[in-house]
């Protein structure tokens, strides 16, 4: 039996009666291998030895590999709120495979005159004319890989990174699906300002994305005469 530095680690979490507890609780397990499969791991051992487990011999007990997987992701028909988006009006979509937060705001755009010999009737600015302003979305989320711990390859979430990457990247109107979005009208948007910051655990990269909503339009058309 060898005792790696991560088996030392985790037993002097569970204490110093950890440390002395090992060995017995590795030949409790070994001969409960006899009986029963798979072997029930009481504490991280790894067992250099070979077990008779009844229809053969077993060596270099490791850890299950499931133990090192990450939550997988959630399905869209899971999500609340799922937010998808697409390069053409009926191409393929990609939807986020944790759903993000959004938050969206907007207002207008007035055009204000102060009157020059203002009496105690007129208070305040003339109001000629307004307009409205573009939705402004913000999209914060994380995208986590499979593994929870490994080699970046197996770790990190690259080809979803890469996937978003193509869309903060792509110099023309992106297509969004979503619920809010939908209600408000906003079916198009353009990238303004992306960023991933630095966050914790090996399989994680948070986002933060700015986007701005797209109307297009024939101003020689949509403007009245």
Known sequence: MSISNQD???ASLMGSKAVASI???????????????PVIPFLPIR????VEA??????DFNYPLDQWQADS??????????????????????????EPMLTISS????VKRNVAKQSELLVGTIKERWSRKDFEISVTGALIGAMQKGRPED??????????????IYAKEIYVYSVPLFELGINKVVVEDYNFPFTKGENVQAYDLKL??????????????
Do not use: M
Request: proline share 6%.
């Open 47 to 50: 067992n250099k030895e070979y």
């Open 54 to 59: 009844g229809v053969g011999l077993v060596t």
């Open 107 to 110: 207002g207008n755009n007035i």
């Open 73 to 98: 992701l959630v399905p869209e028909s899971d999500q609340f709120f799922p937010l998808s988006f697409s390069f053409t009006k009926d191409g393929e979509k990609w939807t986020f495979p944790y």
């Open 212 to 225: 701005v909503s797209d109307h297009g339009y024939n101003l020689l058309d949509e403007i009245p005469k």
């Open 155 to 168: 770790c990190y979430p690259i080809a979803d990174l890469k996937k978003l990457f193509d869309f903060l």
């Open 23 to 37: 060995e017995r609780l590795n030949l409790v397990n070994a001969e409960l291998s006899k009986h029963v499969l």
């Open 8 to 10: 030392i680690i985790f």
